[in-house]
């Protein structure tokens, strides 16, 4: 149980990791030409970001999925260097359909997911773009080509990550969230309810 609890204080770290990263469903979801494979290509392993942090009290949205030898979870919320408010959940992905368990509040979720290269389109210093839609709902997150991780990172490794891709305090404790690779409880999702939101507005 403690080492469950501290993956779950090193994925918050993980996710306020990846605001920190600046400064250094089954409804059909359209997409530009490509397979279905192809338009999740950069989804996994990778900080995605809502927007830069203007300084270390702006509060962004931050999303990560790992897919770990111990298992596919990912973290999302709301942090600054200050504050995070973070959930972490189960994903699993076929093609560009991703289904979510959020133990917490025992809710599943299912969406559709794309991602693209996007320099031209988003604001500096991203290059990729992440949209997620229920089919009412939709929103897009941004990444950056070189901030791929290996999510089975010894700490050693981790920190060196760290080091060579945060050029601000900020990132560095985004990244530090989103690079935890603990293992989780294993949860079993076959009693829990739709979510009748998009599991990133809450409820």
Not at 162 to 185: C, Y
Request: hydrophobic content about 40%; overall charge negative.
């Amino acid at each position: 149980m403690a080492k469950a609890v501290s993956k779950g204080i090193k994925i918050v770290l993980a996710g306020a990791v990846a605001l920190g990263v600046w400064k250094a469903g089954e409804a059909t979801l359209s997409y530009v030409a490509g397979s279905d494979a192809a338009a999740a290509e950069h989804f996994e392993n990778r900080p995605w970001l809502e927007r830069i942090p203007e300084d270390h009290r702006d509060m962004i949205g931050h999303m990560i999925f790992l897919d770990t030898r111990d298992g596919r979870y990912g973290a999302f919320g709301r942090s600054s260097t200050w504050r995070h408010f973070i959930e972490i959940f189960l994903w699993n992905r076929e093609a560009n359909r991703l289904r979510l368990l959020l133990p917490q509040d025992r809710k599943r979720g299912r969406l559709n997911v794309r991602t693209w290269e996007c320099a031209d389109e988003s604001p500096e210093p991203f290059d990729l773009c992440l949209e997620l839609s229920d089919g009412r709902h939709s929103i897009v997150y941004y990444s950056h080509s070189d901030w791929e991780v290996d999510p089975n990172m010894d700490d050693d490794d981790r920190a060196e990550w760290i080091a060579d891709h945060a050029k601000t305090p900020e990132l560095a404790a985004a990244f530090a969230q989103a690079l935890d690779t603990e293992s989780v409880p294993a949860v079993d999702g076959e009693d829990f309810e739709d979510l009748s939101m998009p599991f990133w507005a809450g409820e």
